[in-house]
DNA sequence: ATTTACTGGTGGAACGTTGCAGCAAGGCTA
DNA sequence: TAGCCTTGCTGCAACGTTCCACCAGTAAAT
């Protein structure tokens, strides 16, 4: 055991306790500053460090942030992890990670088991349609923010949303596809129950009436029987599969808009299962452009998200919630996702 | 604020705090029956939680081990960060995520900032061939469990190091290369300062040997200038950079040994880049069999790590340690590697 | 000379647990 | 009947901080 206290301190600097807690938070001003040297002089001598635990009794403060993702394991989410990481380490805060595997169930036991370790910041990543699992601990005074999803009817007014604009993302991938020439196109997902995944399926569908065509004759693909929930780490095997059964059709379609980045390279592995290759014989777009998304082969196209932005505002927003528990209501953050084009689509395959 | 605390519940319960906090701590047995249900039922109707900043500061012990790695947004970390939060979440742990970007220095501070918030176990992911800016922690009573490192003389016996067989790992991918009929073979790697960096490339030069071939005639491509440290991110960007680099090269390598699979993709990129393909023209072999590693094109020959068993065991050591801090000088573990053949492996071309 | 204000501190009660020591009541032994 | 053990519970101090209230001393204002 470490175990110096402030008491120790106090001794060796010839102070009382108090002092040495006045020196310690922000008030050394308030003191001679051949006091403040003793001070500094004696905790450095001693090798002190404020014992976190006594100082979160008292004040009921912590400088720790929870952080709930599907999975870590998924690359996109541990860019963000990794960000949000970042971000907190220069405001001095730390971040405990949680997998929630996209279940509600662990999701809310996760956020209860953050509440009694006395953290009341929490980015959750769910997405989940309703956040209601979760609310009672909004209204005792989590901060939460939601990230990847975007303000619903209902919500709390202390909930922050941050996302990228998901319905804008699809569209621009769809778009891009349609331009191209391609007119039988594949929206690949696991069930469409988050929210996300519903915009980007607008997204999806709102391209193609723009164009003038039928959304109707677009092939959705969302993971066959709704057996929910899935790990993200499954997306990759999701996608592979889903492009062997769009390919095994009749009349199999020449693009596919795939929900995330991973889902896009199980998809682009599946097309060459098939014996067909990805960018001329079928055009793959993803969604998050993480880094494998241009290391593969060929490098893929596909949205990116603004995620080192949104890891910092997330922080932020988190931060002055907890800074401020009352504070008014707070803006939810809607990002502007871009385009990447690279090899992984092409021209339409003439007939 | 939430704060039912053990008096409230006592007072409902109409008994002492002292008995609530029996019942909550594995003493239910030494009160009667019904005593039991009346404080059960307090609690319940309450919705109590104890303050685990109270708890900890009373008793010492929290339920948070510390993970450092070098960076999760690297996959192969990713993965191992979830393996680890799901084996720890298990008996009731939590686990703080720390990013390295392999910096001694931010290793170092966070390992202080973990001790000041009272967590006494955590895994490093460090393998810097020293660890002395560490000890004086271990000395004080932190449990440490060092991951992707052998032991080295001088390691202190608390410390327990898990490992794949790095050497075995390195001469499993080399020999396979070599049976293939390659003969100028690349070592990609960022600098070979860490430990498992080293035995890597032991396993390369050995496998050479055994093959009644020169060493030194091997190509070693670590990097260029030693401007260290960097982040794992940039693992695929430094193999894309090495293969550019090596191909040019008069006598060009037909196959590359990777330092992991993030710098293996990298290196397939190059080759791509180059005109070249990868698995016929140029072969590549990665480490640590990531699940993007079956997804690439052509899919990834690489050397396995056995990352569940591995997570599984650092939770397990941590653990042990943490209940019995004087236990006997640990065990370390190293784990045997295997080889996965794919397709980014195939014969030497003819010249 | 008295009040008022400020400066540079100190004292001590919390924060919510835990766990040891103790205690009342009943049962057993001698 | 005294002594002692056991059962089932309670009292209280401690863990290491923080921060409000207070205080002694000096200086300025009345």
Same mark, same amino acid.
């Given at each position: ?7 120790? #301190? ?13 020196? *310690?938070?922000?008030?050394?001003? =308030? ?5 403040? !040297? ?21 004040? $009921? ?37 949680? +997998? ?21 910041? @929490? ?18 005074? *989590? ?20 996302? #990228? ?11 891009? *596809? ?15 129950? !988050? ?24 092939? @959705?693909? !969302? ?28 009349? =199999?379609?020449? $693009?596919?808009?795939?929900? +995330? ?91």
């Amino acid at each position: 055991m470490a175990g110096v206290t402030i008491y120790q #301190v106090a001794r060796e600097a010839r102070v009382s306790p108090s002092t040495v807690s006045n020196f *310690l938070n922000g008030r050394p001003e =308030r003191m001679l500053p051949e006091t403040r !040297s003793r001070v500094a002089a004696a905790i450095d001598r001693l090798g002190y460090r404020p014992n976190r635990a006594a100082r979160q009794l008292r004040t $009921g403060q912590n400088q720790v942030i929870g952080l709930v993702v599907p999975s870590v394991a998924n690359p996109f989410w541990g860019s963000f992890a990794r960000m949000l990481e970042r971000a907190a380490l220069i405001e001095g805060y730390r971040v405990l990670l949680c +997998n929630s595997e996209r279940d509600p169930e662990r999701e809310r036991g996760y956020l209860d088991e953050l509440w009694a370790d006395g953290i009341r910041g @929490v980015v959750l990543c769910s997405s989940l349609p309703s956040l209601e699992h979760v609310l009672p601990l909004v209204d005792a005074g *989590l901060g939460l923010v939601a990230f990847d999803r975007t303000a619903q009817a209902g919500d709390p007014a202390a909930l922050v949303n941050i996302s #990228v604009n998901n319905a804008v993302g699809a569209h621009l991938a769809t778009a891009h *596809l349609l331009q191209l020439g391609h007119r039988r196109i594949a929206f690949v997902s696991g069930s469409l129950r !988050s929210v996300n995944r519903r915009d980007r399926f607008r997204g999806f569908t709102q391209a193609f009436e723009e164009a003038g065509l039928d959304p109707a004759g677009a092939v @959705v693909w !969302s993971g066959g029987a709704e057996q929910e929930p899935y790990g993200d780490l499954d997306a990759a095997e999701l996608g592979r599969k889903a492009a062997r059964e769009l390919l095994a059709a009749p009349d =199999r379609p020449t $693009g596919i808009v795939a929900i +995330n980045d991973m889902c896009a390279l199980g998809v682009s592995a599946g097309i060459r299962d098939a014996g067909l290759a990805v960018g001329r014989d079928v055009s793959v777009v993803g969604f998050d452009d993480i880094v494998l998304a241009d290391l593969a082969a060929p490098p893929l196209t596909t949205v990116r998200q603004p995620i080192a932005e949104m890891a910092a505002a997330a922080f932020q927003h988190l931060r002055s919630r907890i800074d401020a528990p009352e504070g008014g209501p707070s803006q939810s953050l809607l990002m502007r996702p871009e385009l990447v084009v690279r090899a992984s689509t092409g021209p339409a395959p003439r007939e």
